[in-house]
């Protein structure tokens, strides 16, 4: 008896871990929701069976196993998201707005509910860049005919494949554990034909400020379309958004010799900026027609769009395009940046790799290789670097030189930027007290890594892996915006500068975490667990805090929290958190020592 009874609860453990297994990887794969329902009828039959059907009649429990296991491995092969556009508003049947006449066509897109906004999804801006026409400038937008129907958004440029299990774990990771959520969330479709603009506009209005969004993700990755920077509440703060599509990786930032002979500016490397310097004066030429007020934009970006926004800041070719200009986690304006910038020699050497990689003897060919085939290359292309055109000097000498193009900036990071992106070198090689001093000193020299490490002696004795990723943070992504200040605000600039601190259950303050706040999206996002009614009020607030400064180039007013000007001085800056107010910026220690490692390197 005994033994039936442990028999009974082993069998009843084991079909338990096994059925939670199960639906946890269902739950990874991110498929449609019917799958779970068949899998779990499954799983319910076999325990049936596994009770009813006595023992004496083992082919037929063999058979029931059988079976079992290979409705499991089909529901597997078929638990995935499925590839497909986004549609601009998530209403069954939106309403059409009204004919808008633009300067190359007209356009029709739909309202949003309750018909106060207007969204215009995937308006071509350039050329598509494919054919003779890959890594080449973007060039002019054909007039088209008819009517252009702009519901959906159009695909997302051509980038490595997402996977649905990727995508969950690293929810699982931000999120700190497992909130199981069986709605599948579709990918996004993707091509090399994306150069294409998203508006959001309020309906009815005219003379209105811009914004113009350019997206991050690496310069490799992302999209126009991100409900985090869904334009909608923008809109409806009188504020016209856009939203910028622009080749990435390597469409967008291939460089070779031949490339350079090609061109007619000499160019090569920068494609991926050229095409939003593109959409810029796109917008500029046809603000009139869809009620923007020229004089009156600013341009945006987070991670690698951020480090754009301080390009597009130092290019020529954007120069009296805009006035005012906001970065989030990232920037160039520093003497050596950390990333998304290699210099030309660097750029060259990758196109070449990727030349021999795909058996390649000349420019012709390699644009005949199908961009499927093309995008899985296994050199990264994620650096913007100094062509000549796109980029005569490096952002941090166009500064130096006080020959930036924007009038005012905002900008400002997360306090745990890096987090991120150390979780897999730390898992592999985890950083301890008795190994930090020496990786400091890999990463930074023997000298500087000394004072870093003893600057961070206390923090590395309570826990050094947090200090390694603070130390990172501040490296990476911090201490370049403290640069960008410092640069802007010799050049003439008015500077206000923050620091993100809001924690919450999901990305919190991590790099990206900041943007569902800003752009007044967490009614959007799919994880409101994670977010609280403080929450929702610090959206409110930073909406207000960037809609003021985009509409006069001062964030404060509407009884916010005064932000100071940053003065380089006292280091006094703006910070969203739990607590929204002027605070001292605690790195300035370890920026002195940054600062003086760039100056040797």
């Not at 009620?291 to 754009?308: H, L, R």
């Not at 160039?332 to 990689?357: D, F, Q």
């Not at 005012?408 to 930090?436: H, M, Q, R, W």
């Not at 001062?554 to 910070?575: F, I, Q």
Request: proline residues 4%; hydrophobic residues 40%.
């Amino acid at each position: 008896m005994v033994k039936k009874i442990v028999k009974w609860i082993l069998f009843a453990v084991l079909f338990s871990l096994l059925s939670l297994l199960i639906i946890f990887y269902l739950d990874l794969a991110n498929g449609p929701m019917w799958i779970l329902f068949i899998e779990l009828a499954a799983i319910v039959t076999l325990l049936v069976l596994s009770i009813l059907i006595p023992k004496k009649l083992k082919l037929v429990r063999f058979a029931s196993v059988l079976g079992f296991i290979a409705v499991t491995a089909v529901m597997f092969i078929l638990a995935k998201p499925t590839v497909e556009r986004t549609k601009a508003v998530n209403d069954k049947n939106p309403e059409k707005t009204e004919v808008l006449t633009l300067a190359n066509g007209k356009v029709q897109g739909v309202y949003n509910s309750n018909k106060t906004v207007e969204v215009y999804a995937g308006i071509p801006y350039a050329k598509a860049p494919v054919g003779e026409l890959r890594w080449k400038e973007p060039q002019d937008v054909e007039n088209w005919e008819g009517v252009r129907d702009c519901s959906t958004f159009a695909p997302k440029s051509m980038q490595a494949k997402e996977s649905g299990v990727f995508n969950t774990i690293k929810d699982i990771y931000a999120e700190g554990g497992w909130h199981p959520d069986f709605n599948m969330y579709p990918l996004e479709e993707a091509s090399e034909d994306s150069l294409y603009l998203n508006i959001w506009r309020p309906a009815g209005k005219t003379n209105l400020p811009i914004l113009v969004y350019i997206h991050g993700g690496s310069l490799t990755s992302g999209s126009a379309s991100d409900f985090n920077i869904n334009g909608e509440t923008f809109a409806l703060n009188d504020v016209i958004m856009i939203t910028v599509a622009y080749r990435l990786g390597v469409f967008g930032y291939f460089a070779h010799e031949d490339l350079i002979s090609e061109s007619p500016n000499n160019t090569t490397g920068n494609y991926g900026l050229l095409d939003q310097i593109k959409a810029l004066k796109w917008v500029n030429d046809n603000a009139a027609y869809f009620g923007g007020d020229k004089n009156n934009i600013t341009i945006a970006g987070e991670s690698a769009g951020s480090s754009s926004i301080s390009a597009i800041c130092s290019s020529p070719l954007a120069s009296g395009l805009f006035k005012r200009a906001i970065g989030e986690s990232s920037s160039l304006v520093v003497k050596t940046p950390p990333h998304t910038y290699r210099s030309l020699n660097n750029a060259l050497k990758t196109g070449k790799s990727i030349m021999e990689e795909f058996g390649c003897s000349s420019i012709e060919e390699l644009r005949n290789i199908p961009a499927e085939k093309l995008v899985q290359t296994k050199f990264e292309n994620s650096g913007m670097t100094l062509d000549g055109y796109a980029l005569t000097k490096n952002p941090y000498e166009v500064y130096e030189a006080h020959e930036n193009n924007e009038e005012a900036l905002l900008n400002g990071y997360n306090v745990k930027e890096a987090d991120p992106f150390v979780i897999l070198t730390t898992l592999t090689s985890p950083v301890t007290k008795k190994n930090i001093e020496q990786r400091l000193k890999d990463a930074f020299g023997s000298v500087y890594g000394k004072q870093v490490y003893d600057l961070y002696k206390d923090a590395i004795n309570k826990n050094a892996a947090k200090a390694f990723n603070e130390i990172y943070s501040v490296y990476w992504f911090i201490f370049p915006h403290e640069s960008w200040s410092n640069m802007a605000l010799a050049a003439g600039d008015t500077v206000y500068r923050y620091q993100f601190t809001k924690e919450n259950g999901f990305y919190g303050t991590y790099h990206f975490g900041e943007v569902v706040y800003a752009y007044g999206n967490i009614s959007k996002s799919n994880k409101q667990f994670a977010y609280k009614d403080e929450d929702r009020l610090l959206s409110q607030m930073m909406v207000k805090y960037w809609t003021n400064f985009i509409k006069t180039g001062n964030p404060n007013g509407g009884g916010l929290p005064t932000w100071s000007t940053y003065n380089g001085v006292d280091k006094k800056v703006m910070e969203l958190g739990s607590n929204v107010g002027m605070f001292t910026d605690k790195y300035t220690e370890l920026y002195k020592i940054l600062n003086d490692f760039m100056d040797k390197k």
